[in-house]
Every structure is written in C-alpha cells, then in structure tokens.
C-alpha cells in the first residue's frame, strides 16, 4: 500500500522564517515500495523494516535488507524500487532545516550514504507512524508542529542507536528469539515468511525454525499465527470493527479463510468469540492462545 504526504512549499516557506520551527522540518513522509526522484532539496531517510529492495544515489547503487537504512544528502535524485521475490516494507521520510549543517558537522553524516544496519526496534515504525497520522489529519500548524517535534525522536534512532537500542554484542547475550516473537507483534499486519524472520536476525531458515521450537513448542508460523488470532480476539472484544476489517488488520485479506484459522485456534468462530466478550474471563481465553 502506497501512502505519501507532502508539505507545500507556501508552509514550508514560512517554516523557514520562524525561530526554533525552521531548526529540523519534515518536506515529505512516504511508505512506498519503489520511486524516482530526479532531485531533492532535503535529505532522504530510507529504512527497510522486510525483505529487500536495490536504491540508487550519487554514491551508488545498493541492495538495502531488513533492518538496515540509508541517508541520501540534498540537491541529487535518487530511485529505490523494491526486490521481486521478497519485497521490501520501506518507509522514507524527507527532512530539512537550520540544523543540518551541525548535524552533519557533529556526526558526519555521508558515513550514512551507504546500508547501515539497525537492531530491531518497534518504537521506529511507531515514531513514523505517529508523525503520519498526525500530517494525515490536516496539515494545520498544529499538527505540522506536532510531527516535526516528533521528529527529533525518529531520527535519533538513527544517529544515536546506542542510546535508543541495544548493541550488536549486548542483544547477542540476549534471547534472540525473544526479539523475534517482538518482531512478529511489530507486524502482525503482515504475512511473514519463515525466511523474512529469520533474515531480520542473520539466521538461517532452518536453523531458526529449529531454535524456535524448541524455546516455544511451535513452528514460528504457528505462533505467528496465535499472534494473529491473539490480536484480532482483542479486536473483536474491545472493538466496533466487523470481521472483513479485524481479519485486514491482521493479515488475512480473505475473511473466510480468517474465520476458518480463528475457529482452528479458538474453537470458535469469530462472531462466537465476539458473543462471549462480556463474559468473565474473556481475557484469560486470550492468553490461552499462546501458551497452549
């Protein structure tokens, strides 16, 4: 799915004139899996939540994987376009600002011109989305004000992963597999292969597959799958939305292909389950779906 805002030049003029509001702005937010620029006046973040796809700057041409990002400087064009057998989920943000020059001064920021690798941090996707959502709703001053003080967090991610994530040696003493089952919440939206998982934390399918069920007793798409169903028993609880929408919000785009898994995890359909949401112990029910 292709979504874009972009800041008109009038407001981003008139940005440029105010004190403190001209330091760091957004000119344009994007999640789109290809595109061909033949200029920008800002600077491009590209990051790759999944899969795969090739970007081609002034700097070169290069393959960009899960979890990795690249920072393409002003006034050059760019073209990203994603991988055919697995397909990135991308998400670039264009920015500008007085406080560039510092930002480049302090922290060098060509070093990014290249595929730089991130650990795993749903709080990433989170920061995008909350900077979209908020120019989504209008681009009134408010909510262009709102974005752009967002985004100092979103690219701190990026400048200062130390401080926001883990390191490489210290998530390595940590439960990788644990940070999988982080990674599959992070895109219960989406339908993850084995090999996309596994790739998004440098092991190999079969070797993944192994380690994964050992630690939990299923298969990592039995449990994405619970995952899937956990969450759209919370859907059908705490929400208005009918069954078509929660199995979209999960994943499924065909909702009787949802009812039929929903009903093999839960016993039940989803309008069953929905019937029982006012009962005690809804929530316990939930829990059951990833524990047995």
Not at 74 to 92: F, I, L, M, T
Not at 167 to 177: A, C, F, G, H
Not at 236 to 264: C, H, M, Q, W
């Amino acid at each position: 799915m292709e979504e874009q805002v972009n800041i008109p030049e009038e407001v981003q003029n008139r940005i440029k004139n105010i004190p403190f509001k001209n330091l760091l702005y957004i000119t344009q937010v994007s999640h789109s899996p290809s595109k061909v620029a033949e200029y920008t006046d800002s600077y491009v973040l590209i990051y790759c939540l999944t899969g795969k796809g090739m970007c081609e700057t002034a700097h070169g041409n290069f393959q960009l994987h899960s979890n990795q990002f690249i920072l393409i400087p002003p006034n050059r064009g760019y073209s990203y376009r994603a991988d055919k057998v697995h397909p990135w989920e991308v998400y670039c943000l264009h920015f500008n600002g007085n406080m560039i020059k510092e930002l480049d001064t302090t922290f060098g920021l060509n070093k990014f011109t290249s595929p730089t690798n991130l650990i795993f941090d749903g709080q990433i996707i989170d920061s995008w989305t909350e900077i979209f959502s908020s120019l989504s709703n209008g681009l009134t001053d408010e909510n262009i004000a709102y974005a752009n003080l967002c985004l100092y967090r979103f690219i701190s991610f990026f400048l200062f992963p130390s401080q926001q994530q883990k390191t490489v040696q210290e998530v390595e003493k940590e439960d990788q597999l644990d940070q999988s089952i982080s990674f599959m919440k992070a895109n219960v939206h989406k339908r993850l292969c084995v090999d996309e998982i596994a790739e998004a934390f440098r092991y190999s399918p079969s070797h993944y597959s192994v380690l994964f069920k050992q630690k939990t007793g299923l298969s990592p798409i039995e449990y994405f799958i619970r995952i899937k169903i956990q969450r759209a028993s919370e859907l059908l609880t705490n929400s208005n939305l009918i069954v078509k929408e929660i199995a979209g919000e999960v994943g499924y785009d065909d909702p009787f292909y949802f009812t039929r898994i929903f009903k093999k995890v839960t016993g039940k359909t989803p309008r069953e389950y929905k019937g029982l949401s006012t009962l005690t112990g809804n929530q316990n029910r939930m829990g059951f779906i990833l524990h047995n």
